[in-house]
Each structure stands twice: as structure tokens, then as C-alpha cells.
């Protein structure tokens, strides 16, 4: 198994590797193109602000390559947003992987923090990502924007509203939480996509 | 339902897990490595380290340590102690932390606030602040590990470093610290429904009813505390448990 994930300036990327070596595999974190495109299986994490993640994909022309994958892919908290169409983080057009829409949490109640930070339920949850994930699991959430409900929607989770907690096209998954750091529930997940 | 967080905090002292009363008297209480794979398993929802010795011995927080505890454990956790730099907080989140905590540092030059949330994401930036209510009835905020104590309120102070981009506040009582007599009840309650950032409330837990209490009347949204967890005095199920039952929501 021959395990990508992609490099770029954005946080959390060791974490994700190091999930990957607490479950006995291994990946290598690159920008190489050719190494992204040959691998098994591409992890895209990250967690930053979306336009300017966005503009140092597309001036490595890394936005054209992930759009473009054809293995299992999955893109985790700003990972995610960015294969969304558009976010809302400073007017950004994204990747335009997934239909749903990127937007800013908003709310009068002074006791909802944002951005959301901590452990939440993940429920409806669709597709083999989530084999013996049992519904209702927590995951650790991270973010002050979420993506819409929409067609690809393959989990959901409650915090204001109801979001996207996961999406799903052909082979694009995308996660807003973060397996990495969501003790034996995310290592269930992450041990599923590497299964895909 | 997002859940209150109950965050163990591992006083690292030459690679040593200890614990203070009051700021004083530390005490070994255990491997840190270990401690955090317990805790982990326990249902921890995350954790602290804080090396305590850093700021006033001139150290740099045991990068070494972090990468262990990254490969070992599987929920988040914040490193602080004696971090200066934009650099001291590369190598910290590149070894597998998820947060870092500043104190006296950022006190002393807040604009790395700004740049720390700006390079980092607010996300990881934590400020940690220990206070200390005066005789004047006023919480005023102390530096260096509670041995210096500033004209500056805690309120304001928690404010302006929220304003900079601190992504979460965490706030030690230090006249609660070591009591095992109840969090800080009200400074947390001012803090937490003024400003828009999480608040974790630290010192003086000693029984399950006081982290109760600082869910409800604190509205904290995660409490920390160290040698009840340390010295098995409260385990983290039947605290969870105890918590859950009393209607709060939590992660179990």
C-alpha cells in the first residue's frame, strides 16, 4: 500500500502521518506530482485559512492535479472545504470536487463558541468510510466554517445547524473532523479509507 | 451536541510528570508518556502539557518528549512552556502537537499573538493565563509561573489577546490551584460569556460536583486539572460518568 499525503502550507500534516504509523502504516508526505499521482491512496489534511491555501495549490498547479485523481481520496477539515465549490472564508473559489457550499458559522447566543472546538456526533453516516463506525460516534471538530447538506453528504453532525460532517463523490471523501485526533473512532475511519 | 472537554494536564519537569500546591512543592508523579496513554485510553478529550521549568531556567519545551506522546496517543493535546518564537512553534507542531500554550511570553510582547494565529491559525494558539483575585476583589493577572504580579485585570488582558487572535483561553485560579476546593466560579463565568473563544477553567478541582458546578455556573467548555487525575483520587470514567448523568454533555 503506497499511502500520499500531500504537502503544503497548511497544519496538521505530521499529525496525520503519525495517525497513519500509530496503526501500523506508513505514508509519504510530498508535493511531488508524480508521487501524488502514482500512489494507492492520497490524503489531502490541513487546517489553515482557504485562500491561501487555495493560491499555493494553484501556483504548484496541485489544484488541476487532485481535481483529477483518479485513486481514493481524502480530504480532511480544510482538505475537505477546499474540494467544495466555493467557501466563503474570504470569498474563495475552490476545487469545485463536491456541490456543497462552504460557510461561516453564524449565531447570537454568546455560550456557542466559534470557531466549534472539540467532540461532537457524527450520524447518517454513509458509504464504507464508515464500516463499524457505529452511528452517533464522536469525532474531534476543529473549524468556524462547514459545508452545506447536499447530495454528497455521506454523515452529518449538529452545531447550529446541521452540516456536512463528511462528503462523498466517485472516489473523493472528504472529512470536517479530524480522524487523526479522534482516538479509535478515527483510527476505525482511517484504517476504512485505507481499506477503499 | 458538542461536549465539555475534561483535559488531564501533565506538569513536565525534566521529563517527569509533577505537580505542584500552590505553584510550589512539586512532587513526581509519574512517567508523562505513560501517563498520556492512560488518560487517552480513559476517554481524556485532551490533553496538556506544560514544562514547567521552562520559562525560568531558559529551556526550550522537550521537543522530544512531544514526538513520543505524538506517536503514542490518539487525541488531541497543547504543549507550552518557554515558547518565544515563531520557531519554538514549528518544531512543537511539526514533533505532533495540535496546540500551543503561550503565558509570560505573550504578555510580555503580545504581538506574537498575532503572528502565532497568523502563521499557525488561532486554532492552535492557546493563552494561558495564571490570575489571582486581590484583596480588592479585582483578578489580576500574574507571570512567571505565579511569582510576578502585573496592574493588568485578567478581563482585559483575555480580551486584548483574543482581539490578537489567541484561539482559546486557559485560565488557572491561583487562589483555587492545589485547594481540591472548586474552580473559580465567577472569573470564568465573566470570561467565558464575554468573550467568543472556548474557556478552559483550571485550578482547584477536587471532586466530580466542582466540575459540575464549573459547567454550569463557571459555563466553562472544558476544565483541566492534574494531580486528582495523578494520584487516582477521581478516574476520568466515573467522573465522565457522573457528569453525564447530571445532564451535561459528554463525550463517553
Known amino acids: 500500500m503506497n499511502t500520499v499525503i500531500i504537502q503544503y502550507n497548511a497544519g496538521n500534516i505530521q499529525s496525520v502521518l503519525y495517525a497513519l504509523e500509530r496503526i501500523g502504516m506508513t505514508a509519504v508526505v510530498t508535493d511531488d506530482p508524480s508521487l501524488i499521482q502514482s500512489a494507492d491512496k492520497v490524503i489531502f489534511p490541513g487546517v ?3 485562500s491561501t491555501a487555495m493560491q499555493y495549490l494553484k501556483e504548484r498547479n496541485l489544484d ?7 485513486q481514493p481520496v481524502l480530504g480532511i477539515c480544510l482538505g475537505m472545504q477546499l474540494m467544495c465549490r466555493h467557501s466563503e472564508e474570504n470569498n474563495t473559489p475552490c476545487l469545485g470536487i463536491f456541490d456543497e457550499q462552504v460557510q461561516k458559522f453564524t449565531t447570537s447566543i454568546p455560550t456557542l463558541k466559534i470557531p466549534q472546538m472539540g467532540w461532537n456526533t457524527i450520524c447518517d453516516l ?17 473549524h468556524g466554517y462547514y459545508a452545506t447538506i447536499g447530495a454528497h453528504t455521506i454523515a452529518k453532525t449538529d452545531y447550529i445547524l446541521t452540516y456536512s460532517a463528511a462528503l462523498q463523490k466517485d472516489n473523493f471523501y472528504g472529512v470536517q473532523f479530524h480522524p487523526e485526533k479522534s482516538a479509535l473512532v478515527g483510527e476505525q475511519i482511517i484504517k476504512n479509507f485505507i481499506a477503499l | 451536541m458538542l461536549t465539555k472537554r475534561i483535559i488531564p494536564c501533565l506538569d513536565i519537569k525534566d521529563g517527569r510528570t509533577v505537580k505542584g500546591v500552590n505553584f510550589a512543592e512539586l512532587r513526581d508523579a509519574g512517567d508523562p508518556i505513560e501517563l498520556a496513554a492512560l488518560y487517552a485510553l480513559q476517554g481524556a478529550d485532551e490533553l496538556v502539557f506544560l514544562d514547567i521549568t521552562a520559562t525560568v531556567e531558559k529551556r526550550k519545551t522537550l521537543s522530544e518528549l512531544v514526538n513520543k506522546i505524538a506517536h503514542k496517543i490518539n487525541i488531541p493535546f497543547t504543549v507550552g512552556g518557554g515558547i518565544k518564537t515563531e520557531e519554538d512553534v514549528s518544531v512543537l507542531l511539526q514533533n505532533g502537537a495540535d496546540k500551543i500554550s503561550i503565558n509570560t511570553a505573550a504578555y510580555i510582547a503580545p504581538s506574537i499573538i498575532k503572528s502565532f494565529a497568523k502563521n499557525f491559525g488561532s486554532q492552535c494558539v492557546v493563552l494561558a493565563i495564571d490570575t489571582k483575585c486581590e484583596a480588592d476583589g479585582k483578578w489580576y493577572v500574574y507571570l512567571n509561573g505565579g511569582r510576578q504580579k502585573t496592574d493588568t485585570l485578567t478581563t482585559e488582558w483575555a480580551k486584548k489577546a483574543v482581539d490578537l487572535g489567541a484561539g482559546e483561553i486557559l485560565l488557572t485560579s491561583m487562589n483555587h490551584d492545589g485547594t481540591k476546593q472548586g474552580f473559580a466560579l465567577d472569573i470564568t463565568a465573566t470570561l467565558s460569556s464575554t468573550l467568543p473563544v472556548p474557556i478552559i477553567a483550571s485550578g482547584g478541582g477536587g471532586e466530580s ?9 463557571g459555563k466553562a467548555d472544558a476544565a483541566l486539572a492534574a494531580s486528582i487525575f495523578h494520584y487516582k483520587e477521581l478516574a476520568i ?7 453525564n448523568n447530571k ?3 459528554i463525550r463517553l
Open chain 1, 64 to 70: 488541476v492535479l487532485i481535481s483529477e485523481l483518479k
Open chain 2, 247 to 249: 445532564g451535561i454533555p
Open chain 1, 126 to 142: 454513509k458509504t464504507d468510510l464508515f464500516t463499524s463506525v457505529p452511528e452517533n460516534s464522536f469525532a474531534y471538530f476543529v
Open chain 2, 237 to 243: 470514567p466515573d467522573l465522565k460518568q457522573y457528569l
Open chain 2, 209 to 217: 460536583a466542582h466540575f459540575y458546578d464549573v459547567f454550569t455556573t
Open chain 1, 48 to 50: 489553515g485559512e482557504a
